[in-house]
Each structure stands twice: as structure tokens, then as C-alpha cells.
């Protein structure tokens, strides 16, 4: 159940209606494929070793705490992280739009540019990434040993970028007829956000405080 609260996290964080956005517009630029590539590789750089620390934190945290923690310790946290994604879901429909706001981008970015902003705007985005920081507490629960929660942010990363591969595939198999697809892939995400992602929330949301009770019994 922590690895379907887990994955379940990972795929609501990858409904980022700004990285999706930003990445259809590149795919419409005249270098689509080099930057489309670059963008993913950007965000994954930053957002693997942001895992990385987050998991390194709880899992120290829970080394110094654990012994001296009652049982119901950890079903608490897990209330609380469902009640985290609960309360992100009633926020994004208060406010839709996404995370992170509008960022002007150039039909002449350079690779180096496009590797910056990706880093850029991933590192801007992070620390709004409430479902990551849920999963985080997760992952100490889900493997034993530094290289077993490692792969688990790797796993969470490849989720969270699968929508730009997708993007990036599509624009390889139907070449320049799918820039008005890509268009229309911008507004969609849009509505995502506001009435898709919330629902998704609140069901893992449940989902976390559901597995957080039933350590509490």
C-alpha cells in the first residue's frame, strides 16, 4: 500500500502544468528534438539530487527520532502528509494556474540556455512540490539501505518527466503536424491542473491518511 501511495504521488507531481507547458513550446521551436532533450535531462538533474537530500533528511531524521518516537509516529506523519496533499488540492482550486507562474521563453534559446532554464525553473519549482516532499517520507519505509531509497527518487523522477518523454515521442512520430497538437496540449494542461490534479490529490491524500490510520490501530 506505501508503494501505491508512493507511485501515486509521483504521477499527481507530474501533472506540473508549467514543465509541460514549457515543453510543448519548445517542441514547436526550430530545434525541437536537441531542446525537448535537453529540458527533460535539465529537470532531471535538479530534481533526482532535490530527491535525493529530501530522503537523506527524513531518514536522518528518522534514525535520530525513531528510538525515541511512540509506535503511532509514523502513522502520524502519514496522516499528516495525506492532510498536506488534501489541503495542496483545495489550494489549486482556489488557485488555479499552476506552480511557479509564466516564464518568458525564446524561439532562439541556445542548448546551454535551454540546460539553464530547465535547471532554473525546476529549482523554482521545487520547493512548492508537495506531493515530492510526501514521498519523501515514504521512501525511508519502502527500502532499507541509502541505495534502495535512491532508486525509489529515481523511479519518482522518470514518473514525474514521463509526461515531457511523452510530448517528445509524439513530436518524433508526427514530426511538424504536431505543433498544433502541442497547442492544444498547453491549454489542456491548464485545465488539469484546476479540475484533473485536485481530485488526484485527494485521493491519495485519503489513500496516505487511510495507511496512517491503520498503523495507528
Same mark, same amino acid.
Given at each position: 500500500?506505501? %508503494?501505491?501511495?508512493?507511485?501515486?504521488?509521483?504521477?499527481?507531481?507530474?501533472?506540473?502544468?508549467?514543465?509541460?507547458?514549457?515543453?510543448?513550446?519548445?517542441?514547436?521551436?526550430?530545434?525541437?528534438?536537441?531542446?525537448?532533450?535537453?529540458?527533460? $535531462?535539465?529537470?532531471?538533474?535538479?530534481?533526482?539530487?532535490?530527491?535525493?537530500? $529530501?530522503? %537523506?533528511?527524513?531518514?536522518?531524521?528518522?534514525?535520530?527520532?525513531?528510538?525515541?518516537?511512540?509506535?503511532?509516529?509514523?502513522?502520524?506523519?502519514?496522516?499528516?502528509?495525506?492532510?498536506?496533499?488534501?489541503?495542496?488540492? $483545495?489550494?489549486?482550486?482556489?488557485?488555479?494556474?499552476?506552480?511557479?507562474?509564466?516564464?518568458?521563453?525564446?524561439?532562439?534559446?541556445?542548448?546551454?540556455?535551454?540546460?539553464?532554464? /530547465?535547471?532554473?525553473?525546476?529549482?523554482?519549482?521545487?520547493?512548492?512540490?508537495?506531493? !515530492?516532499?510526501? /514521498?519523501?517520507? $515514504?521512501?525511508?519505509?519502502?527500502? %532499507?539501505?541509502?541505495?534502495? %531509497?535512491?532508486?525509489?527518487?529515481?523511479?519518482?523522477?522518470?514518473?514525474?518527466?514521463?509526461?515531457?518523454?511523452?510530448?517528445?515521442?509524439?513530436?518524433?512520430?508526427?514530426?511538424?503536424?504536431?505543433?498544433?497538437?502541442?497547442?492544444?496540449?498547453?491549454?489542456?494542461?491548464?485545465?488539469?491542473?484546476? !479540475?484533473?490534479?485536485?481530485?488526484?490529490?485527494?485521493?491519495?491524500?485519503?489513500?496516505?491518511? !487511510?495507511?496512517?490510520?491503520?498503523?495507528?490501530?
Amino acid at each position: 500500500m506505501t %508503494e501505491l501511495s508512493f507511485l501515486g504521488l509521483a504521477m499527481a507531481d507530474s501533472l506540473n502544468p508549467f514543465s509541460i507547458a514549457a515543453m510543448a513550446y519548445l517542441l514547436t521551436t526550430d530545434r525541437p528534438m536537441a531542446r525537448g532533450t535537453v529540458f527533460i $535531462l535539465g529537470t532531471l538533474v535538479v530534481y533526482i539530487p532535490f530527491g535525493i537530500m $529530501l530522503v %537523506e533528511g527524513w531518514t536522518a531524521v528518522l534514525a535520530a527520532l525513531v528510538p525515541l518516537l511512540p509506535v503511532w509516529a509514523v502513522g502520524t506523519a502519514l496522516v499528516v502528509a495525506g492532510l498536506c496533499c488534501v489541503g495542496f488540492a $483545495l489550494w489549486s482550486w482556489v488557485k488555479p494556474g499552476g506552480r511557479g507562474g509564466a516564464m518568458p521563453l525564446s524561439d532562439r534559446l541556445t542548448l546551454p540556455a535551454t540546460a539553464a532554464f /530547465a535547471v532554473a525553473s525546476t529549482l523554482a519549482d521545487a520547493p512548492t512540490a508537495v506531493p !515530492y516532499f510526501a /514521498a519523501a517520507t $515514504l521512501a525511508p519505509l519502502l527500502a %532499507e539501505g541509502r541505495v534502495g %531509497e535512491y532508486l525509489w527518487v529515481v523511479v519518482y523522477c522518470l514518473i514525474y518527466v514521463a509526461p515531457l518523454v511523452l510530448l517528445l515521442a509524439m513530436r518524433v512520430w508526427f514530426g511538424g503536424r504536431a505543433e498544433r497538437s502541442l497547442g492544444r496540449v498547453r491549454t489542456a494542461v491548464d485545465w488539469s491542473f484546476r !479540475y484533473l490534479l485536485p481530485p488526484v490529490l485527494i485521493v491519495v491524500g485519503f489513500w496516505l491518511g !487511510y495507511v496512517g490510520v491503520l498503523r495507528l490501530m
